[in-house]
């Protein structure tokens, strides 16, 4: 079956607007987390969701950051105003449920955010 | 809080050789613990994982046993390819923290033929 999408790949973007990234989770999977990868931070945990519900936000860096995700399915992340050190890959997750770590992460591809 | 602590490497090898990477972790619960890897040009994989003290997770001739009393969750294989060349990230996730991964910076390993 399909695993987990992103979109899009790459983004360029000049500091100050705005982005939206995209994912879409495996089908059925309920849970969904985002991931920021960069090379000063490594991998850091952004937002988790539990249906359409986020019950864990305390990874988004600044108010600038936010997320819903719709009909137990697609997320978005959008970036306001973005900044140079916003610059980094943005990784999506989706596990069947959230649980106990019986349930596997899979992971989408990325998407490669460079603020100019 | 939850933290892990790897190897930061590069680590080379030649072919055939064996391969350690250590991992530790500080978790308030009781974790389970992942390897994952990244393979040149592609996502993030779970290689092997553990959900329990004394449990051995194993792949593609990869091992590592979750060790409480270490706070350990070392990676070994006794003879890598060269297409094992990756990025390797030791996580955790606890039902305290929403099961989110907690990663490790990564080892960067290039075997040589």
């Known amino acids: 079956g399909a695993g987990v999408s992103q979109s899009p790949s790459n983004k360029v973007t000049e500091k100050g607007k705005d982005v939206e990234l995209r994912c879409d989770p495996i089908s059925g999977h309920t849970a969904l987390y985002w991931y920021r990868q960069s090379l000063g931070q490594g991998l850091e945990f952004l937002i988790y969701?539990?249906?359409?519900?986020?019950?864990?936000k305390s990874g988004l860096p600044s108010d600038r950051f936010s997320a819903e995700r719709t009909g137990g399915s697609v997320s978005t992340l959008t970036i306001q105003r973005t900044q140079q050190e916003d610059s980094a890959v943005y990784l999506c997750?989706?596990?069947?449920?959230?649980?106990?770590?019986?349930?596997?992460?899979?992971f989408g591809p990325g998407t490669r955010l460079t603020v100019l | 809080g939850n933290s892990v602590t790897q190897m930061e490497g590069p680590v080379t090898l030649s072919e055939e050789a064996f391969l350690t990477i250590n991992c530790t972790y500080t978790a308030t619960g009781y974790p389970s613990l992942f390897w994952y890897v990244q393979y040149p040009g592609e996502g993030l994989q779970l290689l092997l994982k553990a959900t329990k003290a004394d449990d051995k997770g194993s792949n593609k001739g990869f091992e590592a046993t979750y060790r409480k009393e270490t706070t350990s969750f070392h990676l070994e294989k006794g003879s890598v390819q060269v297409s094992d060349s990756a990025v390797y990230f030791c996580?955790?996730?606890?039902?305290?923290?929403?099961?989110?991964?907690?990663f490790g910076k990564g080892t960067l390993l290039t075997v040589n033929p």
């Open positions: 997750a989706s596990s069947l449920v959230a649980g106990g770590g019986t349930d596997t992460q899979y």
């Open positions: 969701f539990q249906g359409n519900s986020a019950p864990d």
């Open positions: 996580a955790l996730s606890d039902q305290g923290s929403n099961y989110k991964l907690t």
